[in-house]
């Protein structure tokens, strides 16, 4: 039988058109919070292969201002201590986050273009 043509055209076209296709975000569970270990799918990726989002990891500090706003009341805990409030906010101080990727988190992954490396951007959750 006689090889169609344009089949193997069309074949050729998508293997081309394949390569050209950036890697898409992927869903990785953590196997192992320490060292990172994380499964794709059925591949299984080490902290060697893994660049992780700053913010996700213990101990990410950040800096953060709360401009001051007009407020009224009163503060303290008995009658004997109050003190009047008329305005609230918070001068820049930083922030320092207590909590990291934990085993069973579930993460969206990004591979590089060659799968060599993972990128971590999000923990992500169900609702």
Known sequence: MKENPYSKMIEIMKRQGASLNPPSAQIGTVVSSNPLVIKIG????????????????????RKIKIPKVAAIGETGVDNEHKHSVD??????????????????DRLTVLPTEDKQTYIILARVVSL
């Open 87 to 104: 305005s609230i906010g918070i001068d820049e101080v930083e922030i320092t986050f207590l909590d990291t990727i934990r085993q069973g």
């Open 42 to 61: 059925d591949l299984q990726v080490d902290k060697d292969n893994i660049l992780v989002a700053d913010y996700l990891l213990e101990g990410y500090k």
